[in-house]
Every structure is written in C-alpha cells, then in structure tokens.
C-alpha cells in the first residue's frame, strides 16, 4: 500500500471510525498535539479530562478504548511516536506485557472487539503501515488483579493490507466478520477474516476492484444495521470513484450490487452512516483548506455538501454515544465541529456547527477517537442462543448426509431417530422406509444447545437384500438339491447354479451330474442397487483311482489320487501310517510287501476304496577306497554294504570283480574309477571316484642367469609330479612353476629343486649358479669456504668410481676434496663399477656459493647521543656486532649509545648459511656530544651594560630541543616567557627587574627543569 503524501504532514483523526455505531460508547479516547485525553459524553456538552501523562506519547494517529456494558472504562489503546501500540488498564498504567504491539505512528486505526465465548477476554487489530501487515493481540481482563494484561501479541494475519477494517456486530451464531482491503498493483479485494473464539482466521476474498491512479483505501464503514458496507477511496483522480457501496448479508459475509460513488472533486478519506441508516456521511482530505463534508442520501444517491470549506488534513467523521456527529479539525484548531441531527431529512436542518467543541488546551486539535460494534453494548457477552443444520440426500436410497452450522460447535450428538447416535460432526446414514424425527445437540461457548427438527427426513425405499437357503448343502452325484429364494425389496432376481445353469426368478431344485464343490449365487436388484447372496454345494461320489509309484529297492512310495470330484481322501499305507492329502510320500522303516488302499470321501454314503500292493526294499550301497602308489600303481579296496556281487570299471579298458584290485596304469590320466554293486534282488548302486595316477618322477630345471642384477629367473623342466619345493640356497624358498628370485647381495649359489617332496616318490635335483648384482652409486658433499667442496662416495657393491666435477675436471678417489674456480652450479657425475663389469651413475646439481664479504658504515645522531650502524655486507645470513666498549649486538643494522667518551675499534663478523664469516672493523671517536646531549643552565647573570654575561642563556645543543623558558618573580608571578631560546636580558615590563633570586622552568623535549638564578647588577 502507498500511503498519501498527505498523510506524511497532516494531523489524524484517527479513531477506527471503520466501525459504525458508536453510539454504545459514551466515552472517548481523544489525541491532541500534545497527547491523550479522556472524552465524556454523558453530560449535555461533552467535556474533556487533563491531558494522561505517557499514554500516546508522540503518536499522531489512532486511540481506541473498550468499556463494558455500564460504560465503566476496561483499557485503553495508543500509537506512540516509536512504531508500536501501548496497552493501558482503567487506573491508566500501562499493562504488564502492555507495550510492543506492531503499529506506526501514523496508522489510521485499530480495532477492538470482544472474544466470542470469553466475556473477559478482547482482541485487539492492529496494522503496521509501512510493511502493510496486519496483526492481533489478545487482552486478558481477568489477569493483574481484574486491570488486565496482554496475553498473546503480534499474532499475523496477512501481508499488503491498507488502513480500512471494520468488524460487524455478532451474528446469530456468536461469531463476527472483519471487513479489510488488500491491495496488489491496482487490484483491491475487499475481504473478510473469520473472528471466533478460536482466534481471527485468514483473509477471504468478498470482491475486486480497479483503482489504476495514485490511490489507496482508508476507511471500511458498516450501516448500523449492517446491511450495508462502504470503503473510502483516497484518489484525485476524477476516473476513479471516491466511494464503493454494497448490499451486505451479514449472515455469510457476501456483498451484491456494488455502487461507485463519485462525490467530490477532493479525495475522501472519512466514512460514517447516520445513525438511522439512511444517510452517508463522507469527509474530504488534503492540504488545502477548501475540504469538503457532505453526505449522500442512499435513497435515491444524491450527493449534498454541507461545508465546501472544513478545513485542511481531515480524515475522520465520526458517531458519539448521543447520537450526533463530530468531526475533527487540524493541529491550527482546538474545536471539533458537531452534526447534531445526522439523520435530519434536509442539510439546513442538520444542525451543523464548524466550531462546536472547545478541547481547551489551546495547542492544536489532533483528536482520534475509539471504535466499539454496532448492534450490542460493547461489554455484553451472552453466549449465543444460535443452532442450526442441514441435510443433503447422498448416493439414492434415502442415504443422507447432515451438517451442522452452528459456528462455535465444539461437540456434537445426533440423535438420527431410527435409534442410530452419533457424535460424528458431519455423519452419513441411510434411513429404513419411514418418517424420522432429527435431533442435534452441540457445544458452543460452554454451553449445550439442542434442536429437534420433527418429520426431517421421511424415507420409502431401501436397497434389496439378498438372501437365499439350499438343502442340503452336501449331495451324492444325482442327488437334488432344493433352493429357497427368501431375498427383501428386490424386483428382480438372477441366479446361477454353480454347473453353467442360470436363470431368473426363484431358483428350481437341481441335481448335480457331476461331484465337486459348486458355488450358487443369487443377485436379488432393485431401483436402489444389488445384493448377492453366495451358498456353495458339495457334490460327492466318485471312483476311487489310486496311482502308486514304487521301487523294490526303495522304501519310500509316491501316491496320489486320480479321482475326479472328489470331496475328501484318506491313504492306509498297510504299515500304520494314514494320509488325507490327494499326494503324498510315504517312506516304510522296512523292506517288505505292503496293500496300500485309498478311500474317496470317507465316511459318507458316496464313499468308495481301491487297494494296490507293493514290494519296497533297501538295495546296496556301493562304496571303495583308493591308494595311490607309485610308478602309475593304485590300489582300490571295497567298501560296500551289505554284502553283494561287485563290478569293477578302471576307465582305461579293463576290470574287475575282486574286493581288492591293485591296477598299473599305463599314463597318469586322469581317470574315473567305477564300482557297481548289485545285491540278490537285483538292486544296484554305482560309486564313482576321480583317479590320477602317480607317473615316474624326474626333477629338472633350467636357469637364466642375468650378469649385473640380483634377480634370477628359474624354468621347471620337471617330468611328473604336481607339487614343486625350491630352495634358493640364501634361505629363500618358493613353490611356483616358474619363479623368480631376487638375492640380497652377489654370491654363488646351490639351487635345489623337489618334485613332490615328503612323498615316497620324491625326486630331487640341484645346481651351483653364481649371481652378479650391479652396484648403486651414491655420494655425500659438503660445501665449505671459499668455492671448496669435499664429495665421499656412499656407492653399495662398487669396486672403483669415477668421478666427473663440472668444470673439466676428474678423479678416481673415493674421497674428493675440490676448489671451484667460481661460485654457481655444477653438474656432478659419479659412475660406481664392480668386478663383474657391472657400473651404475648418479648426476647430482651442486650450487657453490659466493663469498661472504663484511662492510658497514656509521653516523653520529648527535641529538640521540647515540652512533647509528647501517650494515652493507653481501651473501651473509647472520652478524655479530662488537662496539669496542665490551657490549655487543647481533642485529643487522643496530644503533649504540657510548656512556663515556674516548677511541673504540667497533668490529662486525658477517657470516652465511655454510659458516663461512668475513672480519671488518672501523674506528669511533666518541665526543662528549656524543655521550649525553643535555642543556647547561648558569646560576647567576649581571645585566649591568658591561657587554660580560648580560642574559641569562640555556646551553646545550640548540637543534636538538624545542623549550620553553619560564621565569617567575618570588610571590609566583610569571614575568618572563621565552619560546625561542633567546634567554632572558632581566627587564620586566620595559624595566629593569631587581637584584635578587628568581625561579626558572624549562620544559620540552621529555624533560622538565627547574630551579634558581641570580640576578646581579
């Protein structure tokens, strides 16, 4: 919302004049320039109280109040000139928790109204104007020993509010509308927000408008019937309309019939309907002085002026308990102007008066007045009276479903008169044929409400219900079965036996060709829907068929029932055992011969039995051991139970059938062996087990030896055997086909090689291999003075090295000490040999550095009394510094104060990183300025013109202070100053001073000198 710039100067009237009625207020909260007074209008005249010290403080805009029922002040309400609404209790305190309520000091209003159900409870409706949000606070007046406090504060509502609300009077059901205006880029949506108990809910959209000039909308006014409902437009414009009007149902907050009032050329800002109703009051606003007051006659909509120059910056027209009309004028004026008949029937007979009230403090009148709700006193709290509902028929067959609108319900009971009760808040119920008297009860506000509505809903028609009965249920094939069809309220029915036959009307009895389980169903269907009734029939009798599975060299059976239909079975297994399963597995604990029978539906008249015999036995287990020998030997010894005729299969072309059988392969295969037993029933087993045979070993292998590395590599060239042991004869082992080896150092070596060791057909061979390993160069240096350099060679494994310097030269020694014929970097190449003729380089960069070279200078600061040291050396890291006085310093550049004079050698050694250090000296003559700088003060002078000590003189050295000299007689007094060392010639005034002692005071430069001198003549 864009406020007016109007506003930004003007002085308010700023009550929430958005709410009309207020003539249940007999008392006012009304603002001036300089702060709040109380307004009493019960007498003739209305009168104002003294000004309420702090309440408002710098606020210029909006006041409010709440009374009870017998006027008897409950609190008050004020902006303050710090953006924020104080609360104050009737001995006018702030509250407690009074203070902070998110406002403006130039809000146009706020609202307050009771909270439904909570006689002692208010709320209070409060805008921040520059960010356009709305918010409520919660007064509590049964805290602070019955003065009240705030409870909850700055509870939101909304964003991109304008400064127009009004709340209407309670409806019916104890609750309340608040009426305010959201604006968005030219669109205005007149809204309502919900005010219940349970708090003030979110903005509803009643209706738009388009106000596309500069604009905004200030005032929400209600007619005192709430009939209808005006919103003020603040424009200029002559496109856009001045007033809004609609016809309200305060019932469901739903306005019709928008009207566009165009009633001034100035921009209206203050609403206010007579107290009949009949009239609209409207009050102009701007910074001229020619503002107009009118009102339009909602009759016929005539617009009349009453006062086509009220003054400047007014924006409020407003209702006062004794019916008339007051108007507030700007901060120039103290009088408020009066309508005395609102709702006269001609503007003559109004009785207007421009300077009707005298607020009498005489510094400007800036009133704004309180809102109260129209209809009601604004203390009375009865608890609603209201309750209400409604029923919606839902889905056919006098289904319905109930709703209750009693706004502040908190518990609900039905009573749906069919003996149905229910504390659903909204139930659905479906009536049997019949007239039903409806009960609701619910709680609202505490209390218990209750409404009969007799012969409510009257109900003809009900859904079918299906039912149907067969007997029996459980026939033999051919037996009938009788169906008896006993479904309500169907008008039709369809049947189907369960076999494939269907039909309509009550089902036929029918018998059964064939066994099994048959379902019957019956849709019984009219108008309102379909039942289905379901009754399954079990029809019996069918041939037993068993189906028997069995091995005389097995104990287990397989079994299962090849009859068709049938109900039931039961398998004897001629050893005990029973089944009820159409498949099962029976395992007998002996061989023998059993009769196994199977009985379909056992039990019932439509039985039958069929018996089948069978032979079931163990049969052998075949089973054999292998030893493996060598030279392709193996041996296979029997293992088999129990005892039968054996089957041997070598898998190379022969046999045997021995239990023991010792067989010489011809290769190492592999092979699979084979054992068949057979016992004296015939009955077989087979065992089979994987055989490789031990072959003739041989071990070999080849190497290859590789001069000048440590690491060998070995070939198996073995012949037999699966499992190889190498050792490398340093105490290295492996176990791989083909390894390699790396020794620790050269040598010679037996290398031995077993094929299939720890067996008896090991096989084991070796071989003497010497191994040459290539040495590692390596070197050490030390850098020292003057370009010199010693390399130690740190090879491993060499027997001669080379070495290659980088400035041309060479040499054979292990231990080289070199000069460089200059500083820099050199390339250093050692090559390392051995006897094998084995070699091996390392190329190491050698930075040879400069020469450290020691040079300094000095200079005397004659003013510090100390020689300062400014050090030159090149390619130097550190220093150390002796003054020839015994001190020393080891700072780069150090100064040094000598404390008494004389000759001193002053010595500097410069040093670098590699601890080399070049020697400088210089010679210091320090004098006794040098020694201690200070001022020499004489104690006696004789101005008598002889030209000898004629002025008292400081000495010293001139350049290095900056005094004051200070001269003062014996009584203290100053008599002569001197800034510029020119001493002091001993005239005062002009005059000579007398022979006698004076004070002198020096001071500058750090220090501070005083003390006597004698003036002589």
């Not at 120039?332 to 009707?356: C, F, K, N, R, W």
């Not at 076999?499 to 099994?516: C, K």
């Not at 070197?779 to 350099?789: A, K, L, N, P, R």
């Not at 005034?989 to 500058?1004: F, M, Q």
């Amino acid at each position: 919302m864009t406020r007016s710039y109007l506003h930004a100067v003007c002085v308010i009237l700023c009550a929430a004049g958005a709410f009309p009625g207020h003539a249940q207020l007999n008392t006012w909260l009304v603002r001036e320039v300089n702060g709040v007074h109380l307004m009493d209008l019960t007498t003739p005249v209305p009168t104002f109280g003294p000004l309420i010290p702090g309440l408002g403080t710098g606020g210029v805009e909006h006041v409010n109040l709440m009374t009870d029922g017998s006027n008897n002040l409950l609190f008050t309400v004020a902006v303050n000139g710090s953006n924020s609404t104080e609360v104050w209790n009737a001995a006018m305190a702030p509250m407690p928790n009074g203070t902070g309520l998110l406002d403006h000091s130039s809000t146009l209003q706020s609202a307050i109204c009771p909270v439904p159900c909570h006689p002692e409870r208010y709320y209070i409706v409060h805008e921040e104007t520059l960010s356009n949000m709305l918010y409520y606070s919660i007064v509590d007046m049964t805290l602070d020993g019955g003065l009240g406090d705030v409870t909850q504060k700055n509870i939101l509502i909304g964003a991109s509010f304008s400064e127009a609300l009004a709340i209407s009077h309670r409806m019916v059901n104890g609750c309340r509308w608040l009426f305010c205006v959201i604006e968005d880029n030219g669109v205005y949506a007149l809204s309502k927000c919900l005010i219940s108990e349970s708090g003030i809910g979110p903005p509803q959209t009643m209706a738009t408008f388009n106000l596309p000039s500069f604009n905004s909308t200030y005032e929400v006014e209600l007619s005192p019937d709430n009939s209808r409902l005006a919103v003020s437009i603040w424009s200029i414009d002559p496109v856009d309309p001045d007033i809004m009007l609609w016809d309200l149902d305060i019932s469901n907050g739903t306005v019709s019939n928008p009207v566009p009032l165009s009633v001034s050329d100035d921009a209206v800002l203050g609403l206010q309907f007579s107290p009949a109703g009949g009239y609209l009051y409207f009050l102009c606003n701007s910074a001229s002085s020619d503002m107009d007051l009118g009102r339009v006659r909602l009759s016929d909509l005539t617009v009349e002026l009453i006062d086509a120059n009220m003054g400047s910056y007014l924006t409020q027209v407003e209702l006062a308990g004794n019916g008339r009309l007051y108007v507030s004028q700007n901060f120039s004026s103290q009088y408020m102007a009066e309508i005395s008949l609102p709702d006269a029937p001609t503007v003559a007979s109004i009785g207007y008066v421009h300077d009707a009230l005298l607020l009498g403090t005489g510094s400007g009148c800036r009133p704004a007045l309180p809102n109260t709700i129209e209809g009601e006193l604004p203390g009375e709290q009865a608890p609603p009276g209201y309750i209400a509902f409604s029923a919606q028929a839902v889905g056919g067959c006098d289904t319905y479903q109930f709703q209750d609108s009693t706004c502040l319900s908190t518990w609900w009971e039905w009573d749906l008169g069919d003996g149905t009760i229910t504390n659903t808040q909204v139930p659905i119920h479906q009536f049997a044929p019949g007239v039903y008297d409806i009960t609701l009860r619910v709680v609202a506000c505490g209390d218990t409400l209750s409404l009969t509505k007799p012969a409510y809903i009257t109900s003809s028609t009900v859904a079918a219900a299906a039912v149907l009965d067969a007997q029996p249920d459980q026939v033999c094939v051919g037996g009938s079965v009788q169906f008896t069809n006993t479904s309500t309220n169907a008008s039709d029915i369809a049947w189907d036996l369960g076999d494939g036959t269907t039909g309509t009307g009550d089902p036929p009895d029918h018998a059964y060709a064939s066994a099994g389980t048959h379902m019957v169903t019956l849709v019984a269907s009219n108008a309102c829907g379909s039942d289905t009734a379901f009754v399954p029939i079990t029809v019996l009798g069918t041939a037993a068929v068993p189906d028997v599975v069995s091995d005389p060299c097995q104990l287990t059976v397989q079994v299962s029932s090849g009859s068709v239909g049938a109900g039931s079975v039961q398998w004897l297994f001629g050893d005990g055992a029973t089944a009820s399963d159409s498949a099962a597995v029976h395992d007998y604990a002996q061989p023998g011969s059993f009769n196994i029978a199977l009985i379909v539906d056992p039990g019932t008249a439509c039985a039958d039995t069929a018996v089948v015999s069978v032979v079931v036995g163990n049969g052998p287990s075949a089973a054999f051991a292998v030893t493996l020998l060598c030279d392709l030997v193996v041996e296979f010894a029997d293992a088999s139970t129990p005892g039968s005729t054996l089957l041997w299969d070598f898998d190379d072309g022969s046999g045997g059938s021995s239990s023991f059988e010792s067989h010489t392969y011809a290769d190492a295969g592999p092979f699979v062996v084979q054992l068949i037993a057979t016992d004296g029933l015939g009955c077989t087993d087979t065992a089979s087990i994987p055989v490789t045979p031990i072959a003739a070993l041989n071990a070999s292998f080849d190497v290859l030896t590789t001069p000048c590395t440590l690491q060998q590599a070995f070939t198996n060239t073995s012949v037999g055997g699966s499992v190889l042991a190498w050792d490398f004869g340093d105490g290295g082992t492996d176990d791989t086909l083909d390894p390699l080896h790396g020794f620790a150092s050269p040598g010679t070596y037996l290398i031995t090689l077993i094929v299939d060791p720890g067996t008896a057909c090991a096989d084991t061979t070796n071989i003497l291999i010497p191994v040459s390993g290539a040495p590692l160069a390596a070197f050490t240096d030390s850098i020292g003075c003057e370009h010199t350099v010693q390399f130690s060679d740190a090879s491993l494994g060499a027997d001669l090295v080379h070495w290659v310097l980088g400035d041309g030269s060479f040499s054979d020694d292990p231990i080289v000490v070199h000069t460089y014929p200059a500083p820099g970097q050199y390339e250093v190449l050692l090559v390392a040999l051995n006897t094998a003729g084995c070699a091996d380089s390392v190329l190491v960069s050698i930075d040879v550095p400069p020469d450290v070279h020691a040079v300094f200078t000095a200079q005397n600061d004659i003013c510090a009394a100390r020689w300062n040291f400014t050090n030159a050396s090149v390619n130097a890291s550190g220093y150390i510094w002796s003054f020839g006085d015994g001190t020393g310093s080891i700072d780069p550049s150090p100064s040094h104060v000598y404390v008494a004079q004389g000759t001193f050698i002053t010595q500097l050694i410069a040093f670098s990183a590699n601890d080399c250090n070049d020697t400088t000296y210089m010679t210091i003559a320090a004098a006794d300025g040098d020694v201690l700088p200070g001022l020499f003060v004489p104690n006696c002078f004789t101005p008598n013109g002889d030209g000898v000590n004629e002025r008292f003189m400081i000495g010293g050295v001139p350049e290095c202070f900056d005094l004051i000299l200070l001269i003062f007689n014996r009584w203290g007094g100053l008599i002569h100053e001197d800034d510029r060392m020119e001493g002091w010639d001993g005239l005062v005034d002009g005059s000579l001073a007398p022979t006698g002692t004076y004070v002198y005071l020096i001071i500058g430069n750090g220090q501070r000198r005083e003390g006597t001198i004698t003036l002589l003549r």
